[in-house]
């Protein structure tokens, strides 16, 4: 059974951490590339960071572009984002997802595997 599960989410103020992880299991991890996107009530979703699994290649949106920080421990098939400087409009849900797509602005559009999301909710 695929199963990526997501943790780490929660309320912080404005300028704040947090640290998601997401434990993928049930699909051969070198395979695919690893990301996450986020979806907030009225807003189109949007593709935040990826990374491969093979070469560690990494992708950002702009909108988070040295605030945030992806990375992967390939022994635990676990892929972790760091989100420093949280802004009020980095709320969201966000999901972690498998896809074999390219590593780049387009990755979360072609999607294998997702999970069931953690809210991020920041305060201003």
């Known amino acids: 059974e695929v199963q990526l599960v997501e943790s780490g989410g929660g309320l912080v103020q404005a300028g704040g951490s947090l640290r998601l992880s997401c434990a993928a299991s049930g699909f051969t991890f070198d395979d695919y590339a690893i990301g996450w996107f986020r979806q907030a009530p009225g807003k189109e979703r949007e593709g935040v960071s990826c990374i491969s699994s093979s070469d560690g290649s990494t992708y950002y949106a702009d909108s988070v572009k040295g605030r945030f920080t992806i990375s992967s421990d390939n022994a635990k098939n676990t892929v972790y984002l760091q989100m420093n400087s949280l802004k009020p409009e980095d709320t969201a849900v966000y999901y972690c997802?498998?896809?074999?797509?390219?590593?780049?602005?387009?990755?979360?559009?072609?999607?294998?595997?997702w999970g069931q999301g953690t809210q991020v909710t920041v305060s201003s």
């Open positions: 997802a498998a896809t074999r797509q390219e590593v780049g602005s387009s990755w979360y559009l072609g999607l294998g595997y």
